[in-house]
């Protein structure tokens, strides 16, 4: 089990001189019997992402127990019906939905959607970069209406995107050059709203909602039709944004674990069915227990 952790199951056939369609089969047999043998009652906070099987479609969606970091759940599509399936499979593991206090999601109607009919008891935090990539977008937006009129703005793309902390001597450069040129550039008051968003996440939760009401008037008022479109979707999403200061989680564990399951596709140059991908999932994030022969 631990080769096939390690190195595509193409690679492994190879070494042992064996069909890679019968390794598959042998790892599917062991991971589900693990899974039958799995129990997550006491699972209190999840986190629910997607990744592609396959570059641009065939997705699966990951429901993690951010608590101990481990994939409970993987199936095909990001629909609410994903929400429905992972409650079943709760159940049949010794689960109790309403165990469940949290989820922790991106702004997915459909994730929503299937939260509120299947876990309604269960607190709904928004992902922060998530929420912050919507923020992202608009600048991003506003930059590429705006580079057609101003040149100086074309290349900057990824300086604006990036923080502050983060931004390389090359990007701070260009956007101190811009700050401070005479262009008036609406890109600058774009990133002007998406640097005093992020405040947001370092106020106390007393404080936050008074400070997301005075962002949310500054972006309606700025004149800016991406920024009052992102000002528009934060309201929608208002309780869930706020939500964070009481829950205080996100899907940092969720993304690494995406992150690994990124790095086994790529190492495999893809999988050949979703049933695969799946199996792959669960035996290298879903911290299963093997009864091995010895």
């Known amino acids: 089990m631990m080769m096939v952790k390690d190195m595509p199951v193409q690679a492994v056939a190879r070494i042992v001189n064996e069909y890679d369609t019968r390794l598959w089969r042998v790892l599917e047999y062991y991971v589900e019997a693990a899974r039958d043998k799995a129990d997550y009652p006491l699972t209190e906070a999840v986190g629910i992402d997607e990744t592609s099987s396959r570059r641009g479609h065939n997705y699966v969606t990951l429901f993690v127990d951010l608590e101990q970091s481990k994939v409970l759940f993987a199936t095909p599509g990001k629909d609410a019906a994903t929400v429905d399936d992972f409650k079943l499979d709760m159940l049949v593991h010794w689960g109790q939905p309403k165990a469940v206090r949290e989820f922790c999601c991106d702004l997915s109607k459909a994730f929503i959607k299937g939260i509120g009919e299947n876990f309604p008891d269960a607190g709904l935090t928004f992902d922060k970069y998530h929420v912050m990539k919507i923020i992202n977008d608009a600048v991003d937006e506003v930059r590429r209406e705006e580079q057609l009129k101003y040149s100086e703005l074309k290349g900057s793309r990824y300086a604006w995107l990036t923080n502050p902390e983060h931004q390389t001597v090359k990007q701070s450069e260009v956007i101190q050059r811009l700050l401070v040129s005479q262009l008036n550039l609406k890109t600058v008051r774009a990133y002007h709203l998406k640097l005093n968003f992020q ?44 939500n964070w200061f009481k829950s205080k989680v996100n899907n940092g564990i969720l993304e690494g674990i995406n992150s690994i399951v990124q790095a086994a596709k790529s190492r495999a140059r893809g999988y050949r069915t979703m049933r695969n991908l799946i199996t792959m999932i669960y035996l290298i994030a879903g911290k299963l227990r093997f009864d091995l022969p010895i």
Request: glycine share 4%; charged share 25%.
């Open 199 to 242: 405040e947001l996440w370092d106020q106390s939760p007393r404080d936050a909602e008074a400070f997301l009401k005075g962002w949310y008037f500054w972006a309606t008022h700025s004149q800016l039709k991406p920024m009052i479109d992102a000002a528009a979707t934060i309201k929608r999403h208002w309780a869930g944004i706020l």
